[in-house]
Every structure is written in structure tokens, then in C-alpha cells.
């Protein structure tokens, strides 16, 4: 059988080889390019003919067969299987509601975000030691002292509101909050922050959507850090503008002159690589947005666990023409349920931002808890937080590294050091293929961490992501150990 | 001087004549067609060149004087000022931002809404008795379960996460309060409902605007009810559709074969006039949106207190095909700044839904007075508060209803009778002007009532809300005296 694919086209929408093969073979088959019933190439056959890896095909072939678009039979290879009634009724009924344009990029993310998933590696059920899900939290006195503050703040509404509870915020959030953030940016970051121009959002996520679509139009680009977050792949790719990924080293983003006027950076620390950007690196990109009349958006996601090098100023600090926004997050340094988030934008951009956020929340949600963290704040319980969990998270760190630069650890990671932040990232010292193996191995163990691919924008080499904050050092240690039990596997040549 | 503006179009896009003029006012003083120092026709001139009234002409007028663009000279006229620099800067820096072509939108809302507010008459400073603001409340009684319920979520949260507080809930929100407003929508509505179709909002308006953007193309209708909830107006212009003005009678939206596949409709209780759909017309909607292969959207805001009347089935228990979205929401029936609402979706809808909502809120916010809300709901709580507030609710319908058709403020206002709900939607029955009088007297008598204009999409004759549930019988009496009072003003010609 001659099997003729576009592939080149749907590697560029999906990205991932295995992912893009896997569209393709899939709209061929509902296209009945491929007909019911037909043999497909053997993988290796197909690896050759597109120049995709075996695994690639592999992997692709797993999905449709798990999905019952293909059937293999021992010995015999593989075939096209028959659309079954369930999965045609599943699809018109798909297509049976309305879909904006905005839908249907959204539809199409989810589409490739189910394929990913299906595929993933990096998910293990109940794992003993998990690198890759776990976050900040409070200690016992910090959880006593937001307990009080939780406790004010449900006495104070009651008070205020005169038994009537009909108090509600401003659609930019409760005031105190934004003055006591206001306070906290200038004391710790030298950033002279108005609260009129400080909107509280639901986690920072929602800050990075909503300015995204409210600044990126439709074809336009927006530069992105790649390796990134994804969450900002995703508002981009929703608004239906393109990513320009921007490369990092280890001074951070490498300017250009981009075309674009957006741009998306995490100064402070390099998600996820941990880099700090360079104080020329900041004035450069100031100096870029300045010329393009560009916004940009400094993600400062996870600047407040430094626990060494110098600090530097935030582009905000430096900022004197209004070309930046400041995102900050509670849910980094309190706790992971708290979702509040911040944005403190230039005072052109308020208005706008009031009317956008209005459409959504005509009120601010969670006041219970905004009212709670003023209270934290302004009492100082929140330094003084800050202050433990750093000693804390600070010897976490250092024996995480130790763990994994010593012994055989340090034949298979290469640590990216950093000064500040809640995991540790670290690259890959072998073989692709040895990564993925040994991924498999560590979800055996139980022990589960975090492949860096899902930071990557364009391809990369093999990397992971070390989540320790919630790990003591028994636990660290275990984590390890599970490891290397797992790369032993792989060395056994039981993995394969 | 021969003034030529485009009014017609300016109408189409502001909807209110003044506004209208105030746009194509301020954009000729711009664009240069109308210079500085030239003298405007005095309003009466101007108002029979194009057909309006002269009181919108005088607001115009006025606004634009407030604002600089125009300078009125007691006995000379009224001229073009000149703009004055910081006007200029103040708009180029508005420009300094990129602004996509949903952000446009928003931006012409706002433009729009700002000169609304500064027309407005309905905002009384500090009234003595409002019925333009308030909502429900907790009584004593439930405000006490209610610090329980709290309290117990905020022990769960500590015991489950065993310290860590790193418990993060589904993007759909708690699983144990969707799964009580199942088994409350099964109970109290009839409507079987899969606590997996129930993504939890910060409120109604999220659940409306995201919708609607997920649906909605740019150019495409939606069928709006006029009078409607402008929430929806403006969710509808900011995915740049276009709203379909529906009529509405006694019986609720008057069904047509309109060509859309987007519809919103309150059939419980409609928003504002309070009318109940007949059971004729339900099915209408349903066969309707069956044809059209449309999503009818169910704001049931506001039926929880119901003390009269015969409970129809909501469109979701009758919708055989999975065509109707349900949205509610706990602000109306708990307290004002608790920003909880719900769409309970087709199963179909669900997924998308999903990674439309993790786009901005990867997990759910607010999870705190989520899981207190599963638990005052679970323990009964909600539902003993419910029967609690609708004797206290219907006592005070009862009593404003009383006053304001007995002796001279039956002469000013006729009320549309409705059976639930938590405001009283009555018809003015004397003249516009009149109407606007009366406001103003009642501005100065301190008592502030909700002209219900803001509701109408194409205009309509004078009406006004009436919110009471925060009001006992002694404040109501007040209000309508300060409104009796009020009106003598106007008998008197002192309000011209």
C-alpha cells in the first residue's frame, strides 16, 4: 500500500511527531484515505518513509488501536478497523452545538491535549514519592495564624455588613488586599505600586488569559519564553495568535528584535529553567518594547524562596514608560488551594482591564479569603512566613542537589543551579530513549517526576522537573533511591 | 452653521439617542469637522434636525462640557473648546498598548458605559432607603450554620491534606458540591443532572460570558430577551455578535423563528419584568432550538423563593436532546458576596467546557467556600434557610407591593405581578419626563430606586426595579414616603 500523508503540515499544528502521525492517520482513516480493512506499513517501514522515529509510529499506532480506529493481529500486523456506531454518533453529536472561532481553537487544543495525555509518560497512580505534584504549603504556625486571619475576616464582614452580608468588592478586588500587596512590592521588590492599578484575580493564570486576550489579536505574535509554560502556549494559541519562542541560556531570554508587541518573561527565575535574567537582558528588553510600543508581561511566579544571589531589580522597578505588567501569585509561597493571583498593570491599561475583567466577575470571588490574606499580611504573619519556609525550602534544595549531583544520580542529571524557587531542573545526561525507559522504570517504582518536554516549545533535549518543597529529607532521599532502582532496571535491559 | 453628523449610525451603536449625539459630538470636535470656537445650534435647533428629543440634545450637551470638548457661555451659546493637551496626551497614551480586536470591543464598551454612568441618574450618594441596591442575606439562624459549615471545611481541608494544605479541586470545581446541587436540582426541580455536566462558576456571569464566547462567532446572533440582564448584552457585543432583541410579555419570551443557534432565556421568573414562561412556549423554545441545532441557555437566577403560582418544569427537565445549558448561582439565595454560580451542561459540552475554563482557571478558586457550601447543603441547612427567608421575602413582596398600589403611588406606578424572585418590576404610568423628575426628586430625597432602562436593549417605556429583601417593613415605608414626597416635589414644578 502506498500511504501518502501530509505531515510536514500537521507536525506544525501538533508539534510532537508521534501526536502529528497520529492526526494523520486518523483524519485519512475518516476521510477514507485509508480504507476499512487496509494493511498498514510496519512501523519501521512508516519510521523510514517520513523520517519520524520507530517509537513515534509506535506510540501513534497504541493511540488509534486503544481508540479502536486500528486493529493489530499477532503476526500479522496492522489494519484499519471499522468506524463503530458509538464513535460516529460521538462525533456528530461533537458538532451539534455551536463553536466560535474561539471554540474551535480551544477544541482543537483539547484534542491535542487528550492525544498527550493518552501518550503521557510522566503519570504514575498513587506514587510513593511524587517529583512531579506537590507545591508550597503552611507550616503549623502559619496555618494558626491563617486560621485567625480566616477567623477576622469572617467576623469583620459580619460586623460591616451590619448582620447583612451584602458587602461585596470591587470588581478589582478587596482594597486592603491590593494596598497590602501594594506595601509588599515596594518593601521587597523597590516597585512603587499604585493599589488602584492592582487587580486580584483567581491564580495568575487568569491574569495571563485575560491580558493575552485582551492585547493579542488574531495572526499576531506574541514572544514566549521556550522552554515555558505552557499555560501561556495555550491563552495564545487560544486568541489565535502565534508563538514566537524566544531561546533561553543561563542568563535567561536572549533578546531580539522581534516582531511582536507582547512578550511574555519570567525574569526573576526562568520557568523552567531557573536562570535569572541579566540586568542588560532587562534593559534591552525594556528598550525593545519602548521601540515597538510592545507590553510586556514579567511573570514574577516564584521570586519570593531566594536564598542566594544577588536580587535584581524587577523590570517593573525599571520601568518608566508603562510597557510592563507585573504578575505575582499567592499560591506559590501560601498554599496550593489558594487560588489568588495579581496583576499590577500600567495606569493606561486599568480601565480596560476593569471593563474586561467586569465581563467575567462584576464582583471579586473569594473575598472571604482576599480579606483573610490582607489580615495575614498586614499583621506581618506573612513575612514572618515567608522567613521559615524559606529556611525550610532552602535545606530541601541544597540536599535535593547534593542527592542528585553525587554517585550514579550525577551520571544521569545535569542540575541547572538557582537561587530561588519551589523545584529544581535539571538535564538529562544520556540517550533520549534511555529517558523515556527510565521514565517508564521510576512509574514501576512509584516514584514520579516531571518530563520537562511539556516545556518545551520546539523540540528540545530531555530534561525533568524536581517538585521538592512538599518533600522532607527522608522523603527526598527515598524519591532517589527509587531512582536509581529504576535505572537499574533500565540498565538490566528490562525496560525495553 | 450647517452641522452634518452621521447619526443614524452612531444610534445603531449606542443604542441611546444621547448617547449617540454625545459620540458623534465628540468625534467631529476630533476629527476637526466641527473647529475650535465654532458654535454649536442651541439643543431645541438641534433636536428638530435630527428627530430627537431636546432633553438628550441638553445631556449631550452637557457631558461634553464636563468633559472640556465644549464650553457653554451664559447668554452667547455654546461652543467648541479647544482640546487641551492633556486631553491629547491622556489619549495617545490610551493607544500606547496593543489592543486586540476583542479588546476593541471591550474599550467601545467602556467608552460607552463611562458616558452612561455620567448620564445616569439612578445613583443616589449615601441614600436613606435604596431600592436600586441590596440582595439576599443570611438571617441570624443561617449566618450561625454558616460560620459551622466553614469552620468544617476549613478543619477538612487541614485533616485531608494531613498538614499540607495542598489539596487542589477538579477545574470544575468541588466534587462534593456538585454533587449537592445535583441532588438539589433533582429535588427541588426535577432535573436529573450528572454531577460530572457541573462546572462551578465565581458566579453566573462567568458561566453567561464564558458560554457565550465558546458559541457565539464574531457576526453571529444570539437571541437576547428585551428587556434582559445587559450582562448578556455585553457578553454577546464583546464576542462581537449580534444581540436579537426578543419581545416579552405576560407570558414570558414570545417565541419566533429566528436565525441563530445561541439563545438566553429566564423561563423561571424573567429578568426584570418577572414574568413566568408558559408551559406553550417552553416547548416552542425547545423545538425551536432543535431545528436550529441551537444551545438554549437557562438562567434560572432567581426562583428559589417562590410563594405563589404553579412550579413549570425548567427547560433542562423538559430538553430530550441536550440542548439546554442550566445556570444558577447562590448570591441571590445565600448573601451577595458569595460569588458561587453553576452551569449544569450537555454531556457533550462538558469537555470543551472544561479546557475553556482551565484556560483561566486551571484549578477552581474559592474551594473553601465551595466545600462550606457542599456542607451547609448536605446537612440541610440550605434547605431549612430557603423555607426561612421565603416567609421573610414574601412577607415584604406582600407589604411593597401593598404600598405602592394604594392611594397616590397607585397613581405613579403599575405592578407586574410575579411569584418569586427578590425584586418588584412595575411599569411607570405617567410620562417620560415626568419620570425623569421623579428621579431627580428622589435623588434629593435621598430614596434610590433602579430605573429600568439600563434593561432595555431597544427602548421602551418608563419602568423601575424595586430590590426589597434587604428592607423590613419600616424601611419600606419610609422609602415609599420619601417617594410620595418626592413626587409632591415634582406636582410642585420645582424639579424642572
Same mark, same amino acid.
Not at 477 to 486: A, D, K, N, Y
Given at each position: 500500500?502506498?500511504?501518502?500523508?501530509?505531515?510536514?503540515?500537521?507536525?506544525?499544528?501538533?508539534?510532537?511527531?508521534?501526536?502529528?502521525?497520529?492526526?494523520?492517520?486518523?483524519?485519512?482513516?475518516?476521510?477514507?484515505?485509508?480504507?476499512?480493512?487496509?494493511?498498514?506499513?510496519?512501523?519501521?517501514? +512508516?519510521?523510514?518513509?517520513?523520517?519520524?522515529?520507530?517509537?513515534?509510529?509506535?506510540?501513534?499506532?497504541?493511540?488509534?488501536?486503544?481508540? &479502536?480506529?486500528?486493529?493489530?493481529?499477532?503476526?500479522? &500486523?496492522?489494519?484499519?478497523?471499522?468506524?463503530?456506531?458509538?464513535?460516529?454518533?460521538?462525533?456528530?453529536?461533537?458538532?451539534?452545538?455551536?463553536?466560535? #472561532?474561539?471554540?474551535?481553537?480551544?477544541? #482543537?487544543?483539547?484534542?491535542?491535549?487528550?492525544?498527550?495525555?493518552?501518550?503521557?509518560?510522566?503519570?504514575?497512580?498513587? $506514587?510513593?514519592?511524587?517529583?512531579?505534584?506537590?507545591?508550597?504549603?503552611?507550616?503549623?504556625?502559619?496555618?494558626?495564624?491563617?486560621?485567625?486571619?480566616?477567623?477576622?475576616?469572617?467576623?469583620?464582614?459580619?460586623? &460591616?455588613?451590619?448582620?447583612?452580608?451584602?458587602?461585596?468588592?470591587?470588581?478589582?478586588?478587596?482594597?486592603?488586599?491590593?494596598?497590602?500587596?501594594?506595601?509588599?512590592?515596594?518593601?521587597?521588590?523597590?516597585?512603587?505600586?499604585?493599589?488602584?492599578?492592582? !487587580?486580584?484575580?483567581?491564580?495568575?493564570?487568569?491574569? +495571563?488569559?485575560?491580558?493575552?486576550?485582551?492585547?493579542?489579536?488574531?495572526?499576531?505574535?506574541?514572544?514566549?519564553?521556550?522552554?515555558?509554560?505552557?499555560?501561556?502556549?495555550?491563552?495564545?494559541?487560544? !486568541?489565535?495568535?502565534?508563538?514566537?519562542?524566544?531561546?533561553?541560556?543561563?542568563?535567561?531570554?536572549?533578546?531580539?528584535?522581534?516582531?511582536?508587541?507582547?512578550?511574555?518573561?519570567?525574569?526573576?527565575?526562568?520557568?523552567?529553567?531557573?536562570?535569572?535574567?541579566?540586568?542588560?537582558?532587562?534593559?534591552?528588553?525594556?528598550?525593545?518594547?519602548?521601540?515597538?510600543?510592545?507590553?510586556?508581561?514579567?511573570?514574577?511566579?516564584? %521570586?519570593?524562596?531566594?536564598?542566594?544571589?544577588?536580587?535584581?531589580?524587577?523590570?517593573?522597578?525599571?520601568?518608566?514608560?508603562?510597557?510592563?505588567?507585573?504578575?505575582?501569585?499567592?499560591?506559590?509561597?501560601?498554599?496550593?488551594?489558594?487560588?489568588?493571583?495579581?496583576?499590577?498593570?500600567?495606569?493606561?491599561?486599568?480601565?480596560?482591564?476593569?471593563?474586561?475583567?467586569?465581563?467575567?466577575?462584576?464582583?471579586?470571588?473569594? +473575598?472571604?479569603?482576599?480579606?483573610?490574606?490582607?489580615?495575614?499580611?498586614?499583621?506581618?504573619?506573612?513575612?514572618?512566613?515567608?522567613?521559615?519556609?524559606?529556611?525550610?525550602?532552602?535545606?530541601?534544595?541544597?540536599?535535593? !542537589?547534593?542527592?542528585?549531583?553525587?554517585?550514579?544520580?550525577?551520571?544521569?542529571?545535569?542540575?541547572? $543551579?538557582?537561587?530561588?524557587?519551589?523545584?529544581?531542573?535539571?538535564?538529562?545526561?544520556? %540517550?533520549?530513549?534511555?529517558?523515556?525507559?527510565f521514565q517508564r522504570a521510576c512509574a514501576y517504582h512509584k516514584v514520579d517526576i516531571r518530563d520537562a518536554?511539556?516545556?518545551?516549545?520546539?523540540?528540545?533535549?530531555?530534561?525533568? !522537573?524536581?517538585?521538592?518543597?512538599?518533600?522532607?529529607?527522608?522523603?527526598?532521599?527515598?524519591?532517589?533511591?527509587?531512582?536509581?532502582?529504576?535505572?537499574?532496571?533500565?540498565?538490566? &535491559?528490562?525496560?525495553?
Open positions: 500500500m502506498e500511504l501518502v500523508l501530509p505531515l510536514a503540515r500537521y507536525i506544525e499544528q501538533y508539534r510532537y511527531k508521534y501526536l502529528a502521525l497520529y492526526h494523520a492517520l486518523r483524519e485519512a482513516i475518516h476521510a477514507g484515505t485509508l480504507e476499512v480493512g487496509s494493511r498498514l506499513p510496519a512501523s519501521r517501514e +512508516l519510521a523510514e518513509l517520513y523520517g519520524v522515529s520507530r517509537g513515534s509510529v509506535s506510540q501513534a499506532y497504541e493511540m488509534l488501536v486503544a481508540e &479502536g480506529y486500528l486493529k493489530a493481529t499477532v503476526g500479522r &500486523g496492522t489494519f484499519v478497523a471499522g468506524l463503530m456506531q458509538g464513535m460516529r454518533e460521538k462525533q456528530s453529536g461533537s458538532h451539534a452545538f455551536p463553536l466560535s #472561532a474561539w471554540g474551535a481553537r480551544i477544541q #482543537a487544543d483539547l484534542d491535542s491535549e487528550l492525544s498527550l495525555a493518552a501518550g503521557s509518560l510522566d503519570l504514575v497512580a498513587k $506514587p510513593r514519592i511524587s517529583f512531579a505534584d506537590g507545591g508550597a504549603a503552611l507550616d503549623a504556625k502559619s496555618a494558626s495564624d491563617w486560621k485567625s486571619a480566616l477567623a477576622y475576616a469572617g467576623r469583620a464582614a459580619r460586623a &460591616g455588613a451590619k448582620g447583612r452580608n451584602t458587602a461585596t468588592a470591587d470588581v478589582f478586588g478587596d482594597a486592603g488586599l491590593r494596598a497590602a500587596i501594594a506595601a509588599h512590592l515596594r518593601r521587597s521588590r523597590g516597585i512603587q505600586a499604585d493599589p488602584k492599578d492592582i !487587580c486580584l484575580f483567581s491564580g495568575s493564570m487568569q491574569a +495571563l488569559a485575560l491580558l493575552t486576550q485582551l492585547m493579542l489579536g488574531e495572526g499576531e505574535q506574541a514572544v514566549v519564553e521556550d522552554p515555558g509554560y505552557p499555560g501561556i502556549f495555550r491563552a495564545v494559541r487560544a !486568541c489565535g495568535g502565534k508563538v514566537l519562542p524566544a531561546a533561553v541560556d543561563a542568563s535567561g531570554m536572549v533578546p531580539q528584535e522581534w516582531d511582536a508587541r507582547l512578550l511574555f518573561v519570567t525574569p526573576g527565575r526562568q520557568f523552567p529553567t531557573g536562570a535569572v535574567l541579566s540586568a542588560s537582558r532587562r534593559r534591552e528588553l525594556l528598550a525593545w518594547a519602548q521601540r515597538k510600543e510592545a507590553i510586556i508581561i514579567e511573570d514574577d511566579y516564584d %521570586s519570593e524562596f531566594r536564598w542566594g544571589g544577588r536580587p535584581l531589580e524587577p523590570l517593573r522597578a525599571l520601568d518608566r514608560e508603562g510597557r510592563v505588567v507585573f504578575i505575582g501569585s499567592f499560591t506559590n509561597t501560601m498554599f496550593t488551594s489558594l487560588r489568588i493571583g495579581y496583576a499590577l498593570v500600567p495606569p493606561n491599561v486599568a480601565a480596560i482591564l476593569r471593563s474586561a475583567k467586569m465581563l467575567y466577575e462584576p464582583t471579586s470571588p473569594a +473575598l472571604l479569603e482576599q480579606r483573610a490574606l490582607a489580615r495575614f499580611m498586614v499583621r506581618g504573619d506573612y513575612d514572618k512566613h515567608l522567613r521559615r519556609m524559606r529556611r525550610i525550602y532552602h535545606a530541601r534544595y541544597d540536599y535535593l !542537589c547534593e542527592l542528585l549531583s553525587s554517585g550514579i544520580a550525577g551520571q544521569l542529571f545535569e542540575i541547572l $543551579p538557582s537561587d530561588t524557587g519551589l523545584h529544581l531542573y535539571a538535564k538529562w545526561r544520556r %540517550s533520549p530513549r534511555e529517558f523515556a525507559d518536554v511539556r516545556y518545551q516549545y520546539s523540540s528540545g533535549d530531555p530534561a525533568a !522537573c524536581f517538585l521538592f518543597p512538599h518533600l522532607d529529607e527522608k522523603e527526598l532521599r527515598e524519591g532517589v533511591q527509587l531512582m536509581l532502582e529504576s535505572w537499574a532496571l533500565v540498565q538490566q &535491559g528490562r525496560m525495553k
